[in-house]
């Protein structure tokens, strides 16, 4: 068993409020909380309504398995969250 571990950390201009904050981030847990070898938090930045960090638990049979989840998370963010991502980290234990 490989575990992989994914933060995201994201800048959120013209963001006022942690109502907005919400409505941009909002989806997460749905969209990649379904699979059921990936955990999904908010993990930081919780009370700034201009950035936001998420985590995810990735858990796969091989280490190629979880690179590519992680991938796959990484460009499905990309593709439909309304920020700047600026940072991401991957840890394999």
């Known amino acids: 068993m490989h575990i ?3 933060t995201m950390s994201f800048s959120l201009p013209g963001c ?3 109502k907005e904050k919400r409505q941009r981030m909002g989806g997460m847990h749905e969209r ?4 059921p070898a990936v955990a999904v938090c908010e993990s930081g930045e919780h009370n700034r309504h ?4 998420w985590s995810f638990v990735v ?5 190629r398995e979880v690179e590519s989840l992680c ?3 990484e460009d499905k ?3 439909t ?3 700047r991502i600026i940072k991401v980290t991957r840890e394999l234990i």
């Open 4 to 6: 992989g571990i994914l």
């Open 32 to 35: 990649f909380g379904r699979n």
């Open 50 to 53: 201009d950035a936001s960090e």
């Open 77 to 79: 963010i990309q593709r």
């Open 16 to 18: 006022g409020s942690l």
């Open 71 to 73: 991938s796959q998370i």
């Open 59 to 63: 858990v796969a049979a091989s280490r």
């Open 81 to 83: 969250v309304e920020g």
